[in-house]
Nanobody, 127 residues
């Protein structure tokens, strides 16, 4: 089991950058595929980015590809999301999540497949 706590959200102007961090507790953090998902007001939660247990493989939603970068540090039990060139449509609550399934299964793309969630952190991008 793993507990997840996000930080780093806030208010930023369009074109700006933010870095989200997720701290995980539990000795088995390195076993999980880690992901970031987001939920905008009135919309369903959606996949944003995922990273394999080793950190060697990553995947992104088309809407953030080329602007966001996911990374992890297994020694520190953290996963991060660097967000650049932010747009107003990126405004949402961002959630860190852990998937027990291996990265190659591709289940990280489906929000309902994640096994553990953080409480979320608000990101607001003003135009």
């Amino acid at each position: 089991q793993v507990q997840l706590v996000e930080s780093g959200g806030g208010l930023v102007q369009a074109g700006g950058s933010l870095r989200l961090s997720c701290a995980a507790s539990g000795r088995t953090f390195s076993r999980y595929t880690m992901g970031w998902c987001r939920q905008a007001p009135g919309k369903e939660r959606e996949f944003v980015a995922a990273i394999s247990w080793s950190g060697h493989s990553t995947d992104y939603a088309d809407s953030v590809k080329g602007r966001f970068t996911i990374s992890r540090d297994n020694a520190k039990n953290t996963v991060s999301l660097q967000m650049n060139s932010l747009k107003p449509e990126d405004t949402a609550i961002y959630y860190c999540a852990a998937d027990e399934s291996p990265y190659y299964s591709g289940t990280y793309y489906w929000v309902k497949e994640y096994d553990y969630w953080g409480q979320g952190t608000q990101v607001t991008v003003s135009s």
